[in-house]
């Protein structure tokens, strides 16, 4: 089911997708698997220098207003986790500005930074994040010309497990591996089709490497999204779906099915979302971390790298070319 309010880039770039949620898709703001937001730290600024005229004055041009994920004491993420840094105004300078954003891991693995919008910028790796260990992120804003007055932040994420899930949409599964072994096998129904709007069929669910971008218990799914509020008419539904698991922005979820339970393993009959059994979507919700991987299988419907956290549908080569930096 889907999101009735969306991104406005993204509804010209994906086209909805057909469950729908009430509360709107936003990865710098969507209810994460912890609510709880982590303080971001902070390290000394460095003392300027004196000079002919006294002390030099300190100036603040440009902050961070968000980091994601959070930090190691609210929650773990998955292995295929990206970091998006949101400043509190345009970056005029990219260059210059992602040269003082490090990323260390404790288990070393080749990444790059890709600007998404004049305030964005999203880290990526080469390869998924090595499981159990910590990675370091710091911005060193303070050494950026004009910014004496900046703070330098840092953040220090916990990778939990390592989750990789299958979802086979022709054979109607969803295989669940932890860390490299079949955890659980999960029947499941994926979208079903034949709902076309500007030339996607929206009933399709989309296939690539979605990640996990949050969760909920329960949430409320409407009809909405396709205009159709009146309870008289025969499309509408509003329903409370359980162990509710966010893939992308177009409104993807992996979920228990709402009834229906004799098509799970056997076809395809949702709106776009994967439908598990009610053991099975609880189990899923349970263990699952922002930036899990599930990889889906079998649709004509391909799933966009700006859809959500979907950017590991860019290869290693497309990815680095969103860089500012020449290597």
């Not at 300027?48 to 100036?59: E, F, Q, Y």
């Not at 971008?213 to 509003?238: F, I, L, Q």
């Not at 053991?279 to 959500?308: E, H, S």
Request: glycine fraction near 8%.
């Amino acid at each position: 089911m889907r999101v009735t309010r969306m991104l406005p880039a993204l509804v010209a770039l994906t086209a909805a997708s057909a469950c729908a949620a009430q509360s709107a898709p936003v990865p710098r703001a969507q209810t994460p698997v912890v609510v709880a937001q982590a303080a971001v730290t902070t390290a000394p600024t460095p003392t300027p220098s004196p000079t002919t005229t006294g002390t030099a004055r300190k100036k603040v041009t440009l902050g961070i207003a968000d980091i994601t994920p959070m930090g190691e004491k609210t929650e773990k993420v998955g292995v295929g986790f990206p970091i998006i840094v949101t400043f509190d105004r345009d970056v005029k300078n990219k260059a210059e500005v992602e040269a003082l954003l490090e990323v260390k891991p404790d288990k070393p693995v080749d990444g790059a930074w890709r600007w998404v919008s004049k305030r964005k910028v999203i880290y990526r790796t080469k390869t998924y994040w090595q499981p159990n260990q910590k990675v370091l992120f710091t911005a060193r804003l303070s050494e950026l010309p004009g910014n004496t007055g900046a703070k330098n932040v840092s953040r220090r994420f916990a990778v939990g497990a390592k989750h990789i899930s299958v979802v086979n949409t022709r054979k109607h599964v969803m295989k669940v591996y932890r860390n490299g072994k079949l955890a659980k096998k999960i029947p499941i129904s994926a979208g079903k089709g034949g709902l076309v709007r500007n030339g996607v069929d929206v009933y399709l669910t989309t296939s690539g490497t979605h990640l996990t971008m949050g969760k909920k218990a329960v949430e409320t799914m409407t009809s909405s999204w396709m205009g159709v509020t009146d309870p008289k008419d025969p499309r509408y539904y509003k329903e409370e779906i359980p162990w509710a698991v966010r893939i992308s922005d177009s409104g993807e979820y992996v979920h228990q099915s709402a009834g229906y339970y004799h098509f799970l393993g056997r076809s395809n009959q949702s709106h776009g979302c994967v439908r598990a059994t009610p053991a099975g979507a609880k189990w899923f919700y349970t263990i699952a971390q922002r930036g899990d991987v599930v990889k889906i299988t079998g649709t004509k419907r391909k799933l966009q790298w700006n859809n959500g956290w979907s950017y590991w549908q860019l290869n290693w080569t497309q990815w680095k070319k969103g860089s500012a930096l020449k290597s």
